[in-house]
């Protein structure tokens, strides 16, 4: 039987600012995004087709596919007037060579480098005969308002699907109060992915992680909080029993390339590490670290130095007291650090399942931070401490941006070499820092022991 679409609506429906996590000072992060300009999705269907025409959507809110398979469907109302344009972006999604939409340019993996993450020979897959095929890789989104980077973005998710597997991938997406198309585009995929044989889970949240003020606030993180594990939930709703090894691939609103999604899966394994990391950058007339609130190293540190009144003039000097981190970097190897998020993860489903960890707020006790840092640090108390940032994948927040970035730093490819196998694995340390920089605000820093307050409740 072929794998079932599941589309859900929660009882507070639409919302999320990317899973990006927004630090102190609104001039330094960005926290709505800049359409490009030939990307935008324009307000009028010249052909007038109902959504009910296109999907099949029955008046109870339930969908009838061609295959007779009908997938649960409980969705919001789409725009009409949207989802003509909001098919030219399935269409680019779909086919990789599609050219009408600007996307980032990709090369195609070559070699066996990542053979061995496949869990099946294409010559014998067959979509109509999937449903007990074990899950490995579960892929979460939360998207807001991204249709000018969703050709790129879910392009090379369904190519990583395609080579990993379809049958043993999941696709969860959590949207919310988009205008552009983003919404409608995500309803038209099901289809595809429902025939592609994906487990696909669609829900729609319109709560608004908003900061107010002028620096984080805990409403704005328990938002956050709430849209990440909304997308997460279906992972623990599968009861697929406490020692199953699924790797969750956790990703923004990026323009990302299929190899640099499997070069992160890739190194999760070959370092035997609980988390994998990105690098992400903001692009402009400067080029610096974006996930700098989040980010701490294996000394406890932030990635850069931030003086005491906040400003960031030093943005460019990463690992300034971590020579051995620096070198690393330097030469595009993984390292180890405290915490990371920076714009794509991998981390190990073991901790979701057996629901031991979630992505949380943190008490009034503890240091005010980024839900990713207390994930983070979760993971160090329950013995997942192998934390790393794989520094050969490099994103950036648009397509534009994401062409830049790889001409500057380097696409994956760029750093492979004969041998490089032999000389990047991570000599781990097994003990967290004694103590981390707490940053509420550029500010305001100071540092804490690492696990102060540990979350009980």
């Not at 449903?131 to 890789?137: G, S």
């Not at 392009?155 to 049958?167: C, D, H, N, R």
């Not at 329950?382 to 001409?407: D, T, W």
Request: hydrophobic share 35%; proline share 5%; aromatic share 10%.
């Amino acid at each position: 039987m072929r794998r079932k679409v599941v589309v859900l609506q929660t009882i507070s429906i639409v919302g999320l600012v990317l899973l990006f996590i927004a630090g102190p000072q609104s001039g330094r992060l960005r926290y709505e995004q800049i359409k490009e300009t030939n990307a935008e999705l324009p307000l009028s269907s010249k052909s007038g087709h109902s959504l009910q025409s296109r999907l099949n959507i029955k008046e109870n809110g339930t969908s009838t596919p061609s295959s007779g398979h009908p997938p649960t469907v409980d969705m919001k109302h789409p725009d009409e007037k949207l989802l003509d344009a909001a098919s030219l972006y399935v269409d680019a999604i779909i086919a990789p060579g599609d050219t009408n939409l600007l996307k980032l340019e990709c090369p195609v993996p070559s070699g066996d480098r990542y053979e061995h993450l496949r869990f099946y020979e294409e010559s014998d897959w067959n979509a109509q005969n999937i449903e007990e095929d074990p899950l490995k890789y579960f892929f979460a989104l939360d998207l807001y308002q991204c249709a000018y980077v969703l050709a790129r973005l879910l392009g090379s998710i369904l190519e990583a699907m395609k080579f990993l597997g379809p049958q043993h991938c999941a696709l969860s997406i959590v949207e919310g109060r988009s205008k552009d198309g983003t919404f409608e585009t995500l309803l038209l995929l099901t289809e595809q992915l429902d025939q592609l044989g994906v487990r696909f889970f669609l829900q729609s949240n319109e709560r608004n992680p908003q900061r107010v003020g002028g620096g984080a606030t805990g409403d704005r993180i328990e938002a956050l909080v709430i849209l990440r594990n909304q997308a997460l939930q279906p992972l623990v709703d599968l009861q697929l029993g406490d020692d199953t090894e699924i790797t969750v691939v956790f990703v923004n609103d990026v323009a990302i390339c299929m190899e640099d999604m499997l070069e992160l899966i890739y190194q999760r394994y070959r370092q035997n590490a609980d988390m994998t990391c990105a690098m992400d950058w903001e692009v402009g007339a400067a080029t610096f670290f974006y996930d700098a609130w989040i980010s701490r190293g294996i000394n406890g540190d932030s990635f850069f130095p931030i003086s005491p009144d906040g400003n960031w003039d030093n943005a460019t000097n990463l690992f300034w007291n971590d020579p051995t981190t620096l070198k690393l970097f330097n030469a595009g190897r993984p390292f180890q650090v405290f915490s990371c998020w920076n714009g794509a993860v991998t981390f190990t489903a073991k901790p979701i399942i057996q629901q031991k960890i979630q992505f949380r707020n943190a008490p009034t006790s503890e240091c005010l931070q980024g839900e990713p840092v207390s994930f983070c640090k979760d993971l160090w108390i329950e013995g997942y401490g192998r934390i790393a940032v794989i520094p050969s994948v490099n994103l950036a927040y648009s397509n534009e941006k994401g062409r830049e970035i790889k001409a500057s730093k380097g696409y994956v490819t760029d750093f492979l070499g004969t041998n490089e196998d032999k000389k990047d694995k991570i000599e781990w340390e097994e003990k967290p820092p004694e103590k981390v920089k707490c940053i509420p605000s550029w500010t305001n820093q100071y540092w804490v022991p690492w696990n102060n307050t540990q979350f009980t409740e």
